[in-house]
């Protein structure tokens, strides 16, 4: 069955830094985009970043943009979020999600969607 798995939340103070996974199994990342979302409570899902199924080209939220970087290892069917110098405006449920396609930008539509990891920044 396929399915992605996130991991790697967790309460972390202002300034700190968490770096989360989102694992494939039952296929392989290689031809996939991956994006990562975040919705806080009472708040609209929003997209953070994304990676093109090569890792040539990413995307970020003016949001995070200089303090997240995303990455993947095919070879491992993960996919990385290195979340850096966190806010408490960052605390949401983070998900990741898979779309097949070759095309060097971030896809609307996302085939597969993982359950989310919490991230909560509090001192």
């Known amino acids: 069955q396929a399915q992605l798995v996130e991991s790697g939340g967790g309460l972390v103070q202002p300034g700190g830094s968490l770096r989360l996974s989102c694992a494939a199994s039952?296929?392989?990342?290689?031809?996939?985009?991956i994006g990562w979302f975040r919705q806080a409570p009472g708040k609209e899902r929003e997209g953070v970043s994304c990676?093109?199924?090569?890792?040539?080209?990413?995307y970020y939220a003016d949001s995070v943009k200089g303090r997240f970087t995303i990455s993947r290892d095919n070879a491992k069917s993960t996919v990385y979020l290195q979340m850096n110098s966190l806010i408490p405006e960052d605390t949401a449920v983070y998900y990741c999600a898979a779309q097949p396609t070759l095309r060097g930008t971030c896809p609307r539509d996302y085939a597969y969607w993982g359950q989310g990891t919490q991230v909560t920044v509090s001192s």
């Open positions: 990676v093109s199924y090569s890792g040539g080209s990413t």
């Open positions: 039952g296929f392989s990342l290689d031809y996939y985009a």
